[in-house]
């Protein structure tokens, strides 16, 4: 039976956050521990039950893309070992859960980046033929395999609050024309060959975030979790379809639609917190779905 972890407590080490997931710790002044818990986040609500397992597969499946993309742009990683820097009875919340990584200035928005049409994107292509800026063809379905992928950028959200979608010319605006085109260029460039891949082990990534940062020197480097089934959308292949629902997914959609369909008192759930308390089923079946996506990946 897998022990769930659903908030750290290392004293050894200053906590400086508490993300939707992530539990991120100061080691000196230039590195940072995160830890990666078995919260989940939804609607970015945090849910009150945590999935077994899940930072374990998380911070497996975020090694793998990092060793697997790192010729294409710069990481956070260290390359020293997490367990290393907390007291010998606190590397059982540590160990194979953590990252222990560079401390850089994160820059303020998030890197979108679409080859489907999925969620929001979806629902803003139905009111205006774009998303974020980006007109797209007319006649377009759900889940519907775009062109080329786009650039979507976002604003960072606080726990709680929800992040908002903007155009290419608002990020420019926040982060420099420079940093904007360069983001937009690698983050495609990231999301290409990640899509390339992982169609080759039957699993189509309709669409997925980065974070960036800089570091000491300036340098553009990508940071945070990477392609793992939180920050991403990860459809089975072989039941992909176009059409009005979400195609059945590997990624947390489940708990998504889920929360789509309870009823409070009659009513939809309003997605703020508190959110509805989740089933030992659907905790269950979305264990068993990023197991399954990180076994096909060959992670």
């Known amino acids: 039976m897998v022990t769930a972890l659903h908030e750290s407590s290392l004293r050894t080490l ?30 970015d609500v945090i849910m009150g039950e945590p999935i077994p397992g899940k930072g374990e597969l998380l911070t497996r499946m975020a090694l793998f893309w990092f060793a697997r993309l790192g010729h294409i742009v710069p990481n956070h990683l260290s390359g020293a070992d997490p367990e290393s820097v907390v007291a010998d009875d606190e590397r059982a919340q540590v ?22 049409l ?12 774009s998303v974020c800026g980006v007109a797209l063809p ?41 940093f904007a085109a360069r983001v937009r260029e690698i983050s495609i460039r990231l999301y290409s060959e990640a899509a390339a891949y992982a169609l080759t082990k039957g699993i189509v990534i309709a669409d997925t975030k980065f974070e960036f940062g800089l570091d000491a020197d300036g340098t553009l480097t990508l940071m945070d979790e990477v392609l793992t089934p939180d920050s991403s959308r990860y459809w089975p292949l072989e039941t992909y379809r176009e059409g009005d629902d ?12 889920w929360l789509e369909a309870v009823r409070i008192d009659g009513q939809p759930w309003n997605k703020r917190a508190p959110a509805p308390a989740l089933p030992a089923d659907v905790i269950e079946k979305t264990a068993a779905k990023y197991r399954e996506a990180l076994s096909r990946l060959g992670a």
Do not use: C
């Not at 160990?95 to 489907?116: C, F, Q």
């Open 14 to 43: 200053p906590l400086l956050a508490r993300g939707k997931v992530r539990d991120n710790y100061a080691v000196g002044d230039d590195r940072l521990l995160m830890v990666a818990s078995d919260r989940l986040s939804a609607f």
């Open 95 to 116: 160990r194979g859960r953590s990252m222990l990584v560079k401390r850089l200035k994160p820059l303020p928005i998030e890197a979108v980046v679409r080859g489907y």
């Open 118 to 129: 999925a969620g929001s994107g979806w629902k803003e292509y139905r009111e205006s033929q």
């Open 138 to 178: 007319a006649g377009l379905k759900n889940a519907a395999k775009l062109p080329q992928p786009i650039f979507t950028p976002a604003t960072k959200a606080e726990a709680g609050d929800h992040d908002e979608n903007i155009t290419f010319e608002q990020a420019a605006k926040v982060i420099g024309s420079e």
């Open 246 to 257: 979400n195609p059945p997914s590997y990624d947390k959609q489940f708990v998504r639609d």
